[in-house]
């Protein structure tokens, strides 16, 4: 009886990648539970559905997988941020609009913000040794530059702006709120999810950017 032919090197390709991706999502939600010291590759597996050493055969290591998690949570982001098209909008409407957006996905994705947690927690040593983590984030900062710049020749924006601190500033407005939220809401007596405090964070955010770029 003839035997059946082995899959052709695409669809073997598309099974591994079909795998990776998969381990790839039941360890990003393993380490943004339990972070990195606590999560555990048995349970990796079983969320993915997958043998165990399919995971560490793709890899390698516990650390070598929370570096790949990393890495795609970041390009998850900057791939959405891309598709923004910021360079045909015009200035102030495409800072409105990496605000909002930055915002929103911060709220659609606490993961993100639980595995940036997890990764200051160890000093970042996974992103330092990544191949990969700076040329998915320079397109970004390269984008934001120009936006600045056009807004500076038009008579929009101040000069002088450094696209990386704005960068931090307006993802830390965010940041700070989402992680912060449950003892910030304890403190001030104030439920900080409510629909009337994001909408609320959301236009302080904007009013204290714009506040600092528009030309005066």
Same mark, same amino acid.
């Given at each position: ?36 010291? =606590? *999560? ?9 559905? !997958?043998?165990? %050493?399919?995971? @560490?055969?793709?890899?390698?290591? #516990? ?10 949570? @970041? $390009?998850?982001? $900057? ?22 957006? &930055? ?15 997890? *990764? ?8 330092? &040794?990544?191949? %990969? +983590? ?5 397109? !970004?900062?390269?984008? !934001?530059?120009? +936006?600045?710049?056009?807004?500076? #020749?038009?008579? &929009?924006?101040?000069? =002088?702006?450094?696209? +990386? ?5 307006? *993802? =830390? ?9 449950? &003892? !910030?809401?304890?403190?001030? =007596? ?5 629909? #009337? ?20």
């Amino acid at each position: 009886m003839a035997r059946d032919p082995s899959p052709a090197p695409e669809e073997r390709q598309r099974d591994a990648d079909r795998s990776q991706n998969t381990i790839l999502a039941a360890a990003r939600d393993e380490f943004a539970e339990h972070g990195l010291g =606590g *999560a555990r590759m048995d349970r990796i597996a079983e969320r993915a559905g !997958l043998n165990k %050493r399919l995971i @560490y055969y793709y890899f390698d290591d #516990k650390e070598k997988l929370f570096q790949a998690v990393l890495e795609q949570v @970041y $390009r998850d982001i $900057r791939n959405e941020e891309q598709a923004l098209k910021l360079q045909e909008l015009e200035p102030v409407q495409a800072i409105r609009r990496l605000l909002e957006f &930055t915002w929103n996905y911060y709220l659609a994705h606490p993961e993100f913000i639980t595995l940036l947690n997890s *990764a200051n927690l160890h000093k970042a040593r996974h992103l330092d &040794t990544s191949p %990969r +983590v700076q040329e998915l984030n320079s397109p !970004l900062i390269e984008t !934001l530059a120009a +936006v600045l710049e056009r807004g500076r #020749k038009d008579g &929009t924006f101040r000069g =002088g702006v450094d696209p +990386v601190q704005l960068y931090v500033s307006i *993802a =830390g407005l965010a940041y700070f709120y989402m992680s912060n939220v449950h &003892t !910030l809401s304890s403190i001030f =007596g104030r439920d900080l999810m409510a629909p #009337k405090a994001r909408s609320e964070r959301l236009s302080h955010m904007t009013d204290v950017i714009l506040g600092y770029l528009l030309r005066s």
